[in-house]
């Protein structure tokens, strides 16, 4: 259960958290921000590996990682944050969130999102359309995360209202949070990563793909800790073991986005 819900550190529950706080400490770095697999796969090389420190992960969402940044309650977030009107991931987010401050943006993963449904699609989800089909039960994500903007950003773009949307204020926090429910009969779709689905039996209907970028501001940049982050992403270890699960892309994965 904690593994699903976003803590894949069975042996380490205490470095997966949702206080919103400073959990660095003289031996780790932490990292606050999206969840994603490739960030507990990342966290698990480092610490699992002879590095001298521990990466340990809070799993707030996008925009509450780059505010966590701003005000140095985390040395490292991850995001996939859509703007509509530019037609680009991250930048502009960071770029007003972040300000007068030298940053940089690195790419950890591109991936998949859309529906996931119970095995058969039985209800027949297909698009974004359907997302308003009467009766169905939904499962949302919750403030401030990537895929909620998405989410939010569709209903406004089509004049949806939100009490038309069975389950709206039915919120999880992880990928996996939203395919239990899926799975468990409490919900009938939902939007989350291709592997979740997989990894619970169900289907997948693709909306979009993604780039998830990890930013660091650039007082980081030149740490030894930063360093041995970049050394495990772009190690073919690592790469491999992402690409181990449907739905991921490391074709980007290292290559630095955008710097101030």
């Not at 309650?73 to 991250?90: F, R």
């Not at 990928?175 to 429910?181: D, E, F, I, R, S």
């Given at each position: 259960m904690q593994y699903l819900q976003g803590d894949s550190g069975e042996k380490r529950p205490q470095e997966h958290s949702e206080a919103h706080e400073d959990v660095s400490s003289d031996n780790g770095f932490c990292f606050m921000g999206s969840h994603d697999l490739s960030v507990e796969l990342l966290a698990e090389f480092l610490n699992h590996s002879s590095s001298t420190f521990s990466l340990k992960t809070v799993f707030k969402g996008s925009m509450q990682g780059l505010i966590a940044l701003y005000h140095?309650?985390?040395?490292?977030?991850?995001?996939?944050?859509?703007?509509?009107?530019?037609?680009?991931?991250?930048?502009?987010?960071?770029?007003?969130?972040?300000?007068?401050?030298?940053?940089?943006?690195?790419?950890?993963?591109?991936?998949?999102?859309?529906?996931?449904?119970?095995?058969?699609n039985k209800h027949n989800i297909k698009s974004w359309e359907d997302i308003s089909k009467k009766g169905l039960r939904f499962v949302n994500r919750q403030r401030g995360s990537g895929t909620r903007l998405r989410i939010d950003q569709y209903l406004m773009?089509?004049?949806?209202?939100?009490?038309?949307?069975?389950?709206?204020?039915?919120?999880?926090?992880?990928?996996?949070?939203?395919?239990?429910?899926v799975a468990n009969?409490?919900?009938?779709?939902?939007?989350?990563?291709?592997?979740?689905?997989?990894?619970?039996?169900?289907?997948?209907?693709?909306?979009?793909?993604?780039?998830?970028?990890?930013?660091?501001?650039?007082?980081?940049?030149?740490?030894?800790?930063?360093?041995?982050?970049?050394?495990?992403?772009?190690?073919?270890?690592?790469?491999?073991?992402v690409e181990q699960h449907i739905g991921y892309d490391t074709s980007l994965t290292g290559k630095i986005v955008s710097g101030s």
């Open positions: 140095r309650e985390a040395q490292v977030t991850g995001i996939h944050l859509w703007d509509k009107k530019l037609q680009e991931y991250n930048i502009p987010f960071v770029e007003h969130i972040l300000l007068a401050e030298a940053y940089t943006v690195v790419n950890l993963v591109q991936r998949s999102q859309g529906w996931i449904v119970p095995a058969g773009e089509n004049e949806i209202p939100i009490r038309q949307i069975h389950g709206y204020e039915n919120e999880e926090k992880t990928h996996w949070g939203v395919a239990l429910k009969g409490e919900a009938d779709f939902g939007i989350g990563i291709q592997f979740a689905a997989q990894r619970m039996g169900l289907d997948f209907v693709p909306l979009f793909k993604e780039r998830f970028d990890l930013v660091i501001l650039q007082e980081t940049a030149e740490k030894p800790e930063w360093q041995q982050i970049q050394a495990v992403i772009n190690s073919s270890a690592y790469k491999r073991a």
